[in-house]
């Protein structure tokens, strides 16, 4: 199977999950085995040599995890608000469907750690933004964003670029 085979099993759910938000569900790409493993091998291929693999609560675990594990890589989890147990930074951010909070743990990266950090979707960047702050505000360096699927109409690029012109942006499939 090859990464457009793969990609074409993301389905899209209309009003999921409110009115106006055309929800793409990733679940029938995960429960096809070479379908997650050529998926996998995409993303990675976006890791620098030496970058930690970060992800975004709770999709952005599943292919942080699958990517970390394939490079031999750690893995760093940012998660939302009240579930990481030690001491954390914390940023509140604006999502397409409602708010929410990220956080990290404040020793979760070595200074100056290159940091490729993985979701399922850019849409507006709120997401994406929060969590390269975050991982900033540990001393890691966020060099590369990768998500298996961008919503261009939402200017989630055009905002990180503005914000963080040195960030390279990369995603499989844009629709
Ligand atoms: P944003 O912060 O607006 O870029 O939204 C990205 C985050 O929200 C990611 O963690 C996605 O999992 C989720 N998300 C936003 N919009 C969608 C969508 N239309 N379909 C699936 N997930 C979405």
Known sequence: MNVEQA???????????KPGIIFKD???????????HVVTESLAAFASPTCAIAGIEARGFIFGST???YLHRGFIPIRKSGKLPFTTHSRNYALEYGESTLEIHIDAIALG?????????LATGGTMC??????????????????ILEIPGLGGRARISALHPGIAIHTLISS
């Open 7 to 17: 990609l074409a099993l993301i389905r899209t759910i209309p009003d999921y999950p």
């Open 130 to 147: 929060a969590a390269i702050e975050l991982i900033g505000a540990c001393g890691g360096v966020v060099r590369d964003i990768a998500t």
């Open 67 to 69: 990517i970390a594990t």
């Open 113 to 121: 750690q290159d940091v490729l950090l993985v979701d399922d979707v």
């Open 26 to 36: 990733i679940t029938p790409m995960l429960a096809n085995g070479e379908a997650f």
